[in-house]
């Protein structure tokens, strides 16, 4: 079984950085893409950054120009940097795997979230 552990996350004040990291175990190969996402109440689960096993990396908008996406050094692994954390910031991130090159062979995976809280 393939197994996705978040951690890092926690209660904040505004202004500070925090570091979360997800650990892919178990049965996984060829890995795609590792990326995070993050849910607050009453809003969709929205994409936070991604990056690809080629190093491509997409941030979110919101985001853009205040967190960092990278692999660790094992490559199952995959750290999200945040700086300047805002209220808003305040929701449950979730780590998503994403495994396969063919279209066919492809399966997702998801973690069980870590909340970060970030208080004013």
């Known amino acids: 079984q393939v197994h996705l552990v978040e951690s890092g996350g926690g209660l904040v004040h505004v202004g500070v950085s925090l570091r979360l990291s997800c650990l892919a175990s178990?049965?996984?190969?060829?890995?795609?893409?590792m990326a995070w996402y993050r849910q607050s109440p009453g809003k969709e689960r929205e994409m936070v950054a991604s990056?690809?096993?080629?190093?491509?990396?997409n941030y979110a908008p919101s985001m853009k120009g205040r967190c960092t996406i990278s692999r660790g050094d094992v490559e199952s692994t995959v750290i999200l940097r945040m700086n300047s954390l805002k209220p808003e910031d305040t929701a449950v991130y979730y780590c998503?795997?994403?495994?396969?090159?063919?279209?066919?062979?492809?399966?997702?995976?998801w973690g069980q979230g870590t909340q970060v809280t970030v208080s004013s």
């Open positions: 998503h795997v994403v495994s396969g090159f063919i279209v066919e062979a492809i399966h997702y995976y």
């Open positions: 990056i690809t096993n080629r190093g491509r990396i």
């Open positions: 178990g049965s996984i190969h060829e890995i795609n893409t």
